[in-house]
């Protein structure tokens, strides 16, 4: 069946500092790709998405391309914020899965001032 | 426009007993989902309904039933909660395909 894999977090950064977050899919066919953002407390939001091979999705200042030769969409921030603390997770959907979100374990992102 | 809600915010359970989460939409999706979201697991799919009237077992139904009650509509009912359902419960619908909009959830605690 499809899977997300993440990287291991969880993540402490400086404000201003420059955010990588790895994800890694395996899917039968060509899925969706999203990034998803909760923050404490409350329920997901959908970050950014690309449903193409080399698309990418961007959106407040976070970015990720969908790479199809590596089967990755690792998420980028050149300058986080601590507003930007929350968990983050990656999703896959399509596939042979069709309207079903698959997630990875999710990564806690921490920035301090 | 409330976008997805769900009831009750938070709640104890002693185990063997029941209890019905609800959801309910206000932008006419079709699709609706149950997830469940535990430590270092992400979210796991409970059981989802591609339209009123139909539900579908996702990757961990045991234990839990549901009901598309209508379009706007989608219950998750515990018969008998045992120590091991203690989670956060998220409902989500989809307008089409694959951006799902997701409720605040259920925090729950079975004793």
């Known amino acids: 069946g499809d899977s997300v894999t993440q990287m291991e977090g969880p993540v402490t950064l400086s404000e201003e500092a420059f955010l990588t977050i790895n994800c890694t899919y395996t899917?039968?066919?060509?899925?969706?790709l999203f990034w998803y953002v909760q923050y404490p407390g409350e329920g997901l939001q959908l970050l950014l998405k690309?449903?193409?091979?080399?698309d990418k999705g961007s959106n407040k200042g976070f970015e990720a391309t969908y790479r199809k030769e590596t089967t990755s969409f690792h998420l980028e921030k050149g300058s986080v914020q601590v507003s930007d603390s929350a968990v983050y997770f990656c999703a896959s959907a399509g596939g042979t899965s069709y309207g079903k979100l698959t997630f990875g374990q999710g990564t806690i992102l921490t920035v301090h001032p | 426009n409330a976008g997805v809600t769900q009831t009750p915010k938070f709640q104890v359970l002693k185990t063997g007993q029941s209890m019905t989460l609800q959801c309910a939409q206000d932008?006419?999706?079709?699709?609706m989902y149950w997830y469940r979201q535990d430590p270092g697991m992400g979210l796991r799919l409970i059981y989802y309904?591609?339209?009123?009237?139909?539900?579908d077992k996702g990757e961990v139904p045991n234990g839990y039933n549901v009901s598309r009650l209508n379009k706007r509509e989608f219950s998750l009912r515990l018969e008998s909660a045992a120590p091991s359902q203690t989670s956060v419960y998220f409902c989500a619908s989809m307008p089409s395909r694959e951006t799902q909009y997701f409720g605040p959830g259920t925090r729950l605690l079975v004793l």
């Open positions: 690309a449903t193409k091979a080399d």
């Open positions: 309904s591609a339209s009123e009237g139909t539900t």
């Open positions: 899917a039968t066919g060509y899925p969706s």
């Open positions: 932008m006419n999706h079709n699709s």
